[in-house]
Structure formats: C-alpha cells, structure tokens
C-alpha cells in the first residue's frame, strides 16, 4: 500500500531553522511535493523532488532519498509569516496525488 | 489573473437539500480535482478530470457526483447532503503530469460547507 507520515505539530523560534520530515511507502513514485497552507487558505506549493538530492528556493530547501523513503523541508531564517501548516505530498505511478495530514508549525517571537 | 475561482465561499445546508459548489479555472489545464479538508484528516480526493468530458473517483466519492462539460468548469454536486460533508472543499487544477510537466496543483480558495 501507499502511506504518508510527517509530525502533527512543531515549534519553532523566530529567525531560527526547522526541518519537517516526511517518511513514506509506495510502489510507484512521480515525485514528491511540499505545499503550504495559511490558516482558512488555500494550499499553495513549495517545491518539487524527483530526484535524490537538494533543492533549495531561497530560504526554502526540500531534500529527498527515494532509496529511503524520505524528504524533507527546511526553512531557513524563520519569520512569523511562516507559521502555517506543510503539506507533504507523493505522486504515485498512475500520478495521483496521495497527501500526509500536514505539519502544523508554530513560530514563537 | 483569476486563476481558479471557486463559489460559493461558505454555505449553510439543510441535510437531505442538494448542492452544486462552482468551480472555473483560466488557466487552460487539462486536469481538475475536487479534494474534501478535514481536521486531521489531510486533503482526501473525492474525483477528478484528466481532460474535458471525462472524469473519474478518488478515495471518498460517494454521495458526490461531478461534470466536465469543458476545459474551463468543473461542478461538484451533493445530490442529498448529509452531516458528515460538512468539510472545506477545495477545487485544483495542473497541467497534465509528464512530458516536462511536474502536475503542481493549483488550487482554488475553499467552499466552506455545513450540513445541518
């Protein structure tokens, strides 16, 4: 079967950097997305892995190991507009989309 | 640029009434999706389009119905709502996966649902 996992929740420090796991199974593989979501908005995409390896986008970096399983979200210089929810998404072999419950992060002062 | 528009922004619904949330994208996109938020829950499909006149089920269609008449529009209809749909729903849209294309979601602002 398929299956996403990333935390529920994380804290974060102002100007600080955090990294948001996501572990997952699948049988096929197109890519993995990360979006971000405001609260009572709309997601909105931050970036796009298909192969191993970093890709950084300014203060946002997403890495990702196909053999493991795993990527991540690092956001750099924290601000407080950057607390929302991440949503980390695998696109499978018939390239649908099967989305984790998101990360909720809070950035404190 | 409009992009992906969505209607109506919030609705209250009486269980056993039908709905049609509106959905309309500019942007040309082969495909569209209608996804369902629920706490804790992620975004979960409820169907999809590849391409104009057809279209397909994702994970919980039942009780949902949809139509691709064109490229542009993109309803989902609640024939006899029930409790449980009361959710935020979100309409996408992407260019076809593939071929250059990494299939990014566009998404539309949100139809805030409430079956009573």
């Known amino acids: 079967g398929q299956n996403i996992d990333q935390p529920t929740e994380m804290t974060a420090t102002e100007g600080a950097i955090v990294q948001i796991n996501c572990t997952y199974q699948?049988?096929?593989?197109?890519?993995l997305f990360w979006y971000q979501q405001h609260a009572g908005e709309a997601p909105t995409f931050l970036s796009y892995?298909?192969l191993d390896g970093l890709e950084e986008k300014g203060r946002f970096s997403s890495f990702l190991s196909r053999s493991k399983g795993y990527s991540y979200l690092l956001l750099k210089e924290l601000q407080m507009k950057d607390s929302a929810s991440y949503l980390c998404?695998?696109?499978?072999?018939?390239?649908?989309?099967?989305w984790g419950a998101g990360t909720k992060l809070i950035i404190k002062p | 640029t409009a992009g992906i528009t969505q209607a109506p922004t919030s609705q209250i619904l009486a269980a056993g009434r039908s709905m049609t949330l509106r959905c309309t994208q500019d942007?040309?996109?082969?495909?569209m999706y209608w996804y369902r938020q629920d706490l804790g829950l992620g975004l979960r499909l409820i169907h999809y389009?590849?391409?104009?006149?057809?279209?397909g089920k994702g994970e919980v269609p039942d009780g949902y119905s949809v139509s691709r008449a064109n490229t542009d529009d993109f309803p989902l209809t609640l024939a006899s709502a029930v409790p449980s749909q009361t959710s935020v729903y979100f309409c996408?849209?992407?260019?076809?996966?593939?071929?250059?294309?990494?299939?990014?979601?566009?998404f539309g602002e949100g139809s805030r649902l409430t079956v009573l």
């Open positions: 998404a695998l696109m499978d072999s018939n390239y649908q989309l099967i």
């Open positions: 699948t049988s096929g593989f197109n890519g």
């Open positions: 942007m040309r996109h082969n495909a």
């Open positions: 389009s590849n391409t104009a006149g057809t279209t």
């Open positions: 996408a849209s992407s260019d076809s996966p593939g071929a250059g294309n990494t299939g990014e979601l566009f």
């Open positions: 892995n298909v």
